[in-house]
């Protein structure tokens, strides 16, 4: 077993070709959460798993190797089309890096608000029932899907062991965690968890903007995000970062709906991708990828022609005063 400083893992026994050093183009994650249809209770159609070939293909294509689930997108039918396709496909598992996550409890509070559930029995429960609709006998990666205010650390500790004493996870991590609920848990569970998946795009830097607002008044609260870029790179944990593209919106909205710094970063986004030669997706994912330390992408779109839209981020340097400039102008105001 070879773990990657992004938080990909390897199986040495069972991928012999893979034990090269990272390249960078694996730094981006396939999300999911589109596939399988619309969030309703219909079911998987042939076309809906037709999509998801075509997507996963388009992923493959541009060298993603690591898939991003949770249990509860489309309510299970992302991964439900996603383990038909691996069923039909019995070469694939081991081509690929699978990760899902856990802990949101749909519809159990009043009113049919969610609810969050870290206990044993509920884990181990939803790791079967994943594991079962993905067609495989293991994760490679399980994610906590948000923070349960009732967890228990220990239980939590306790519960990993027997996952991966059952040889159904190999590794864990967590998503939207702050570094306080991250070391509660470490102290528990003596293995690295290798990821933080968390909101980070140049439209949404806010771990990026309290780490500069230091003994200033920018910033009135923190989100839990204080010191998270940092924390990563001090325990090598890869920092996934959801939402990349903000839906699109500096790379496929039409100016002419876009106002203020929106309008501004799309037309800087754009003319930097004309000067590099390369697509606005891409632009924007080469922004993450300078951020010190590990950062995973997680493109979610289903549209093939958008997923190899992404393909040449690993290839752009952008400099310093482009990189900045782009920040300060998503942000609409100066840096302190």
Not at 30 to 49: F, I, K
Not at 148 to 167: C, I, P, R, W
Not at 197 to 225: C, E, F
């Amino acid at each position: 077993m070879k773990q990657l400083k992004d938080g990909s893992v390897i199986d040495d026994a069972k991928h012999p070709g893979d034990s090269m050093e990272r390249r960078k183009d694996q730094c981006l994650i396939y999300g999911c959460m589109r596939l399988g249809g619309g969030w309703n209770t219909n079911a998987v159609t042939s076309d809906d798993e037709k999509n998801a070939r075509a997507a996963i293909d388009g992923a493959l294509e541009i060298g993603i190797d690591t898939f991003d689930h949770a249990d509860i997108y489309t309510f299970g039918k992302a991964e439900e089309v996603f383990g038909r396709i691996l069923n039909n496909d019995p070469g694939l598992r081991e081509k690929i890096i699978l990760q899902s996550k856990t802990g949101i409890h749909l519809g159990q509070g009043p009113k049919n608000a969610n609810t969050y559930n870290f206990s044993k029995e509920y884990l181990l429960h939803q790791v079967a029932a994943i594991t079962k609709r993905l067609h495989t006998d293991y994760l490679d990666v399980l994610l906590l899907h948000r923070p349960d205010s009732l967890m228990n650390a220990a239980e939590v500790a306790e519960t990993f062991y027997v996952l991966k004493h059952q040889g159904l996870v190999k590794h864990f991590g967590v998503s939207n965690m702050s570094v306080h609920q991250i070391q509660l848990l470490q102290t528990y569970w003596t293995e690295p968890l290798v990821a933080n998946q968390v909101q980070l795009s140049l439209g949404h830097s806010l771990a990026l903007d309290i780490g500069v607002s230091v003994n200033t008044r920018m910033i009135p609260y923190d989100s839990g995000m204080q010191g998270m870029i940092e924390y990563c790179q001090l325990h090598d944990m890869s920092v996934q970062a959801w939402g990349p593209l903000d839906r699109g919106l500096y790379t496929e909205t039409q100016n002419d709906s876009l106002t203020g710094k929106d309008l501004d970063t799309a037309r800087l986004v754009a003319q930097y991708a004309q000067e590099h030669g390369v697509t606005p997706s891409a632009i924007v994912l080469a922004w993450l990828f300078m951020i010190p330390g590990t950062v995973q992408p997680i493109i979610g779109t289903s549209n093939p022609e958008r997923i190899r839209a992404c393909n040449d981020a690993a290839t752009v340097h952008l400099s310093r005063e482009e990189w900045y400039r782009l920040w300060i102008t998503a942000r609409g105001e100066n840096l302190p």
